[in-house]
């Protein structure tokens, strides 16, 4: 968020959403969509059908926008569910399981994001990549990118559901002590 | 409700993940409205995945975002409605506001009046089942005061009718509370016992009536199980006798009295 001209806060981005005013919809495509299309396009795994999903997906955001409540939640959570569950649902319906990258894909994902993403704070990354260890990065990206349970990814990593649970909780809570500075 | 516990059980952690089930995500949602503790961990966490997940971005081609938004309307909203479910799957469907707001009065009124229809019919039959109900209870207690009643009435008649010879039969030793009386009639020999007060017997035992004929105790039957509230018929006994005893036996009765389990008894 704070990567960008704030020009809204959540409460006004909200409101104007619910009028179903173009621009707001349009600060909420150009703000958002990079990171819904990371989770829909980890999900779908072919470029074309991730196109296909990220449109239904911000389509069913702007049609049901009324049924959000921001005393449930943020924003953002509702937002990355109904992209999550969206790409969960076409990978289903293709008969597919949802993608799933190995661990040193995975791994060598988290290498590049630490160099290459094109983040304007590349400091703040760096430091942020030094905070999850690679073993925790992975277990919360599978989780909370692919949409995967703990369940599974204890059984595809061959973990034990015990410790993908500390683990995720953990880098979790690193994640939220450096975000919360 | 211990908050830190909840907070540190992990289970925001889930919600914030999308792994909880649709119960524990109301759950969540209706814990952190009431405890302030909880919304604020809630928010932290939200607010540090949503950071997480913007520095994980892949843009969409650039193309993608004229294409969404070419199906879509903007400006005010005739009615904040729930979308229309079948638009979903469509892909190039202008959703135009549909006309299925504008329902006609009449269909309205028409609706309307099948509701109240419909609940006047529960509301009757609800009724009907009350009254049903009560018309049962009402039978059953009939019942109940006529067999009472009748019970009354025969006992004022053997106590009127100078033919039966009233015994009266005390509780013992083993049972000083225990009362029952003995009607016998002196020209048939018929005895009826009216129990007052007996304990109520162990399961496999009943209680047996004894009339004592010159010095010797003679079996006038059992005592049927309910006993309590009727006038009980027992076998007719031998003229001259001198004492009626009931005591406690096997079911069936034995052939000689229990004298260690003898309850009540009584001097003609």
Redesign the interface.
Known sequence: MATQKPKYTEDELVASLKRNDQAAFEYLYDHYSGSLYNVISKIVRDEERAQDVMQEAFLKIWRSISSYNPDKGRLFTWMLNIARNTGIDAVRAEGRKPGFDDIQDNLERAEQNASYQPSPSTMDLKSLVEKLKPERKILVDMVYFQGYTQEEVSERLSIPLGTVKSRIRTALKDLKNYFSV | MNIQAYIES?IL??Y????VSEQEMQEV?CM??IYPEIKEE????????????????????AH??E???A??S????PV????AEE???A?VVP?GQSATNARPLWSRMAVAASVLLALMLGWAMYQMSEYRQQNEVLVSEMAELRTDAEYQKTLASLYRNPNYRTVRMAGVEKSPESSVVAFWNQSTNEVLLDVQRLPVPPTGRQYQLWSIVNGTPVDMGVLEAEFAGKILKMKATQPGAAAFAITLEKAGGSPNPTLEEMYVMGNV
């Not at chain 2, 903007?74 to 909203?77: E, I, S, V, Y």
């Open positions: 992990g952690e889930e914030v993940l999308g792994t949602e952190s409205r809630l928010r932290k966490l939200e607010q540090a995945m949503e950071k997480y997940a913007l520095e994980h971005q892949v843009p969409p081609p993608l975002k294409k969404i938004f199906q879509m903007f400006g005010p909203l904040q409605g729930v979308p638009a979903e799957d892909t959703i």
